[in-house]
């Protein structure tokens, strides 16, 4: 009886991550910490030649504020780009919102536990927050491509000033990184007369149901010691799960 009630299927896991999403609406949570972290493409902070410079501020699954300015060579060489993002117009991760919604799954099912006298349900017990917690690592993976350009599009009013068309900002996580990734595209470069597989020094996508062409790509990241802190302790988590798991499949009741 104890594993008909205690047992989730990862199914069942998928769907409870989904509603406890909706726990959380996509705008910065106050009860989370804010961090502040510099990002530059240089090799180190003096770098006159750096391509982008600036920093961002972190705050739980958002990106709350941030400057940047951006030297391309292959697009508007007369003036650095600045892009700016506010706490009125946050940029959402949305790995980091899925970490969250996997702990919060974690800390939920502790917090309904009734049975701790009952080995096979303390079994279980453990083996869900083994899984729970689990997800919550590999969501700072390298995230899904179908959250990245060209496949997603970046909405230009998520910069103050507005973006250009053809220019793409994206932020995303990547182990316990902040990653910064630019993108100069040309929607006209077959009036200029180039052709997509023509051109060895550029890449030919379609972006927005368009061919463009990228004039230039940068990409950058700067390491955060919130996501370098949380890694650590999860991983402490799991491997308490495993231990404690352990020494009760070698008690006899």
Not at 86 to 92: E, L, R
């Amino acid at each position: 009886m104890a594993a008909s009630r205690y047992n989730t299927t990862n199914a069942e896991k998928d769907k409870s991550a989904t509603r406890e999403k909706s726990k959380y609406p996509h705008k910065p949570n106050e009860d989370f910490e804010t961090e502040t972290n510099y990002i530059s493409s240089g090799a180190n902070k003096r770098d006159r030649n750096e391509t982008i410079k600036g920093f961002i501020t972190l705050t739980g699954s958002h990106i709350t504020k941030a400057e940047l300015q951006i030297k391309l060579a292959n697009y508007h060489q007369d003036s650095p780009i600045k892009a700016t993002i506010t706490n009125t117009v946050p940029y959402f991760l949305e790995q980091a919102q899925q970490a969250i919604n996997y702990i919060s799954l974690a800390m939920n099912r502790v917090e309904a536990f009734t049975m701790p006298s009952y080995k096979q349900a303390t079994i279980e017990l453990l083996e869900d927050m083994y899984q729970y917690v689990d997800r919550a690592l590999h969501a700072f993976d390298y995230p899904n491509e179908a959250l990245l350009f060209p496949y997603k599009v970046c909405h230009p009013k998520f910069f103050s000033p507005p973006l250009k068309q053809d220019l793409v900002i994206e932020f995303c996580i990547q182990d316990v990184y902040i990653a910064c990734n630019i993108y100069a595209l040309d929607y006209n470069f077959l009036k200029h007369g180039a052709k997509a597989g023509s051109d060895n020094q550029h890449s030919f996508v379609t972006y927005k149901d368009k061919p463009v062409m990228i004039l230039e790509e940068v990409k950058t990241q700067t390491q955060s010691p919130t996501l370098t802190e949380l890694k650590g302790t999860l991983k402490l988590v799991l491997e308490w799960c495993q231990t404690y798991k352990q020494m009760l499949l070698q008690i006899e009741v």
